[in-house]
């Protein structure tokens, strides 16, 4: 099991910025990908960040060049400053960790998300 803890959220102006933090603990050793989604009122849930290696990050295409995610690999946290948001950026986000369990060949996948945090960006 992993426990996800999330910080950061809040009411900003568009334009503005804010930086989300996730603190992962218990089975961290586990851990192969930490990402952030969010949710928006009558949306699925989307990819908006994810760091799978050193040196390996994806971004989705709304927030690309405005965000950026942070991984510390030693503290096993991962967080998210957004640049210059936007009314559409509003929705809650949700630290997400995948951990891997077993061999190689017998490997099992494992998803865990935090509670979620509420970012506002009224228009």
């Known amino acids: 099991q992993v426990q996800l803890m999330e910080s950061g959220g809040g009411l900003v102006q568009p334009g503005g910025s804010l930086r989300l933090s996730c603190a992962a603990s218990?089975?961290?050793?586990?851990?192969?990908?930490m990402a952030w989604y969010r949710q928006a009122p009558g949306k699925e849930r989307e990819l908006v960040a994810k760091a799978i290696k050193p040196g390996t990050t994806e971004y989705s295409n709304a927030v690309k060049g405005r965000f950026t995610i942070f991984r510390d690999y030693g503290k096993n946290t991962v967080d998210l400053q957004m640049n210059n948001l936007k009314p559409e950026d509003t929705a809650v986000y949700y630290c997400?960790?995948?951990?891997?369990?077993?061999?190689?060949?017998?490997?099992?996948?494992?998803?865990?998300w935090g509670q979620g945090t509420q970012v506002t960006v009224p228009r």
């Open positions: 997400y960790t995948q951990l891997l369990v077993g061999p190689v060949e017998r490997v099992s996948s494992f998803d865990f």
């Open positions: 218990g089975r961290v050793r586990n851990i192969n990908t």
